[in-house]
């Protein structure tokens, strides 16, 4: 009976996570076309829910990766620490958004499980590799997309060139419609799928299910809770991203948008986990970085770098933390009350 109940703690620590991460990384796929003024924000809100769910149910490549690739064997872990990481990670994603901070909830995920098996089980039932291949995934994506965002502004100035600057804003003003819905179903891809690899690999550890396989009804759970999120809106990080980093026309905002939508679909077709904030952020830094490298607000994109190297390790020891309170819990009360 408490495996069920620790279960459905998980379910719903998890499927909170998912929704968290929808207001949270709204704004990686309307803030450059909010602020470019390209669309509406109750509009490119509402587009942008539905286009997360239909994103979230096309692959399952990442939750696999997300549940198989952190600890050696799922049998060495238990519900108690998933919940505990759960919770380091949303801790975190709380404290970010408050302050406006687009950090990434997917650092935060990893950060958490990585503090939370520590604690409890050691640092043996870590799964080095497929941890390196993760962070490696995390850490390069953002570098990818300032280099491909630079080269791809510098080919629609090419383009573009010899039109009327008006002109190329009105045409861009409307491409930006779609690579925003483009980005948005990426985002859909690739971040719901962390929570369903996290349900997933609860379900393996418990015994509920026999193999690593996502089923349907977690698909359709954590679809729903990012789309979700994402109708709630993260309007303070929207507003750091859209404006903050680097004043953008309809023309980088296609280009921004496009650019990380290509990412981001390759690193889902390819299973590996990216952070959608980190890979939006990079290219508006390399489409900016292309107009003219001054006008990117680098004091600001210094201040995004810091949050992101704090998020692992801070989260890691919040994920510890959880464990400590949970197991003391565990141990001192509830075995008088079951």
């Given at each position: ?81 998933i919940i505990a990481g759960l919770i380091g990670a949303i801790i975190w994603n709380l404290v970010t958004w408050w302050f406006g901070m687009p950090s990434s909830s997917s650092h935060a995920l990893i950060g ?227």
């Open positions: 009976m408490l495996d069920t109940y620790l279960m459905i703690a998980v379910v719903v620590l998890a499927l909170f996570f998912d929704f968290i991460n929808g207001f949270h990384d709204t704004a990686n796929a309307i803030a450059t076309c909010v602020s470019t003024r390209a669309i509406r924000p109750g509009i490119a809100i509402l587009g942008t829910a539905v286009l997360n769910f239909v994103g979230a149910m096309i692959s399952t490549g990442v939750a696999k990766t997300i549940g198989g690739d952190i600890v050696i064997s799922a049998n060495l872990i238990n519900e108690v620490i958490g499980l990585i503090g939370a098996v520590c604690f409890s089980v050691g640092i043996s039932a870590l799964n080095g590799l497929g941890i390196l291949k993760i962070i490696l995934s995390l850490v390069l994506s953002p570098v990818v997309a300032i280099i491909v965002g630079y080269l791809i502004m510098h080919i629609v100035f090419h383009v573009c060139k010899g039109f009327k600057p008006a002109k190329v804003n009105l045409s861009a003003n409307r491409l930006q419609v779609m690579s925003a819905a483009l980005m948005a179903f990426s985002h859909g891809s690739n971040d719901a799928q962390k929570s369903m690899g996290i349900i997933t690999l609860a379900l393996l550890s418990g015994g509920f299910i026999g193999t690593l396989e996502v089923p349907m009804v977690v698909k359709l759970l954590c679809a729903a809770a990012m789309a979700a999120g994402t109708s709630v809106g993260g309007w303070k990080i929207i507003r750091t991203v859209g404006g903050k980093i680097f004043k953008m026309y309809p023309i980088h905002g296609f280009a921004a948008d496009l650019n990380s939508a290509f990412v981001i679909l390759t690193a889902t077709l390819l299973h590996l986990p990216v952070s959608t904030t980190h890979v939006v952020s990079g290219s508006i830094m390399g489409v900016g970085a292309a107009e003219r490298v001054k006008a990117v607000h680098w004091n600001v994109a210094r201040q995004m770098v810091f949050a992101w190297v704090l998020t692992i390790p801070c989260t890691a020891l919040m994920g510890a933390a959880a464990y400590y309170f949970i197991s003391h819990v565990f141990t001192n009360f509830l075995p008088n009350l079951l």
